[in-house]
T-cell receptor, first 113, second 115 residues
Framework: DTAVSQTPKYLVTQMGNDKSIKCEQN?????MYWYKQDSKKFLKIMFS???????INETVPNRFSPKSPDKAHLNLHINSLELGDSAVYFC????????????FGSGTRLTVV | DQQVKQNSPSLSVQEGRISILNCDYT??????FLWYKKYPAEGPTFLIS?????DKNEDGRFTVFLNKSAKHLSLHIVPSQPGDSAVYFC??????????????FGKGTLLTVNP
């Protein structure tokens, strides 16, 4: 009954590969986010979707493409992985009508070798 | 361009004493502030928040203080317990609560509470 679940939890892959991270929330929230925590520990926003519509797209390489098939899911696809993509990626959700906090998933640790 | 700064990467306190975690921000458009707590291999979890119209918010052992003129907030934990050992993130948001709302986070402070 996890509120925000991400899969996989760990992902090790070679440079140049394409990979996807999946996120699902069962809270009925209408807004979902992807954040990246890099080696410097900053949590930086990448994307935000509201009811399947892309709302926020920070300066992220085109190799990153979010996809939201419905408001409960927000997946992140990464093409041509680079060493610098190694980070922990967090999915989060929020109900914009009922508060300011996010509910986070447990993160996906991506290691590109 | 760090809009939210947590200048202390780590803090160590004794069990039962007070823990004070600090956060500074530069964007004067921020008007809502939150603290998140993160254990290893888990996502951040919401702890406490404060609106810019207040200068203090208390929830049990946790109190957040906001000094708008100094663009500074702090989280006080009294008394500190070993289970409080975690990374604490300060976060801030602007006035929009709508669909383009986002949180800006600091780098976090690792709190260690020693028994």
């Amino acid at each position: 009954d996890t509120a925000v679940s991400q899969t996989p939890k760990y992902l090790v892959t070679q440079m140049g590969n394409d990979k996807s991270i999946k996120c699902e929330q069962n809270l009925g929230h209408d807004t979902m986010y992807w954040y990246k925590q890099d080696s410097k520990k900053f949590l930086k926003i990448m994307f935000s979707y509201n009811n399947k519509e892309l709302i926020i797209n920070e300066t992220v390489p085109n190799r990153f493409s979010p996809k939201s098939p419905d408001k409960a899911h927000l997946n992140l696809h990464i093409n041509s992985l680079e060493l610098g993509d190694s980070a922990v990626y967090f999915c989060a959700s929020r109900d914009h009508g009922s508060g300011y906090g996010y509910t986070f998933g447990s993160g996906t640790r991506l290691t590109v070798v | 361009d760090q809009q939210v700064k947590q200048n202390s990467p780590s803090l160590s306190v004794q069990e039962g004493r007070i823990s004070i975690l600090n956060c500074d921000y530069t964007n004067s458009m921020f008007d809502y502030f939150l603290w998140y707590k993160k254990y290893p291999a888990e996502g951040p979890t919401f702890l406490i928040s404060i609106s810019s119209i207040k200068d203090k918010n208390e929830d049990g052992r946790f109190t957040v203080f906001l000094n708008k003129s100094a663009k500074h907030l702090s989280l006080h934990i009294v008394p500190s317990q070993p289970g409080d050992s975690a990374v604490y993130f300060c976060a801030a948001s602007g006035k929009s609560g709508g669909s383009n709302y986002k949180l800006t986070f600091g780098k976090g402070t690792l709190l260690t509470v020693n028994p």
